[in-house]
């Protein structure tokens, strides 16, 4: 079955420490796609970054950086050197090539301290 | 500019009393979809539409109807509103499904009473 956890609640970090996201998902299909979305506290949702299950190479994007292990079913987001915008709340979907669902973890709220 | 749209933002209902929430996108996406925002919860699908009138459950559809007769639109209707339904909603379209990521509506802030 389809399952995204995302198993840190709340975290919080001073500004310009790094921190580290986790996601772990659960699938039955070889081809797959995941998915990072930010909610910032102005609600919206915004696309970060996708990877499809036959891509395990990292990503980097300026100070965000994806580490997709399909050995641990995990894809997790690191922000390097974080800053107050950086609080949001962030989550991990999961889209399976064979169904048409689409699973959200539950999300981690990062709060940023000045 | 390519956007996804909800209307009403917010809305204030009484249990029972029919409503719909209208979502457009003029991106031509072939996929939408329906969540629902619950503290602890995270985000739900609701019901998700592959391309015109072709819809189908999500993981929490009871209560909700939706259609898809024009491809830029996507109404959410709930026919007798219970206040278990009071949410943060949000609407979404993507090119197609899969690999394409979803483009989401401002959120629809809905308090069934």
């Known amino acids: 079955a389809q399952k995204v956890t995302q198993a840190q609640t709340e975290i919080s970090v001073v500004e310009k420490e790094d921190v580290t996201l986790d996601c772990v998902y659960e699938t039955r299909d070889t081809t797959y796609y995941l998915f990072w979305y930010k909610q910032p506290p102005s609600g919206e949702l915004v696309f970060l970054i996708r990877?499809?299950?036959?891509?395990?190479q990292n990503e980097i994007s300026g100070r965000y950086s994806w580490n997709f292990q399909k050995s641990t079913s995990s894809f997790n987001f690191t922000i390097t050197a974080s800053q107050v915008v950086d609080s949001a709340v962030y989550f991990c979907?999961?889209?399976?090539?064979?169904?048409?669902?689409?699973?959200f973890g539950k999300g981690t709220r990062l709060h940023i301290l000045p | 500019e390519a956007q996804v749209t909800q209307n009403p933002r917010y809305l204030i209902t009484v249990t029972g009393k029919k409503l719909t929430v209208t979502c457009s996108q003029n991106?031509?996406?072939?996929?939408m979809s329906w969540y629902r925002q619950d503290p602890g919860l995270g985000l739900r699908q609701i019901y998700y539409?592959?391309?015109?009138?072709?819809?189908d459950k999500g993981d929490v559809p009871e209560g909700y109807k939706v259609s898809r007769k024009e491809k830029r639109n996507f109404p959410l209707i709930l026919e007798s509103p219970s206040p278990n339904q009071t949410s943060l909603y949000f609407c979404?379209?993507?090119?197609?499904?899969?690999?394409?990521?979803?483009?989401f509506g401002p959120g629809t802030r809905l308090t069934v009473t």
């Open positions: 991106m031509n996406h072939e996929y």
């Open positions: 990877r499809n299950s036959f891509d395990e």
């Open positions: 979404a379209s993507s090119f197609s499904y899969g690999l394409n990521e979803q483009y």
């Open positions: 539409s592959m391309n015109v009138e072709v819809t």
């Open positions: 979907a999961l889209s399976e090539a064979n169904r048409y669902k689409i699973i």
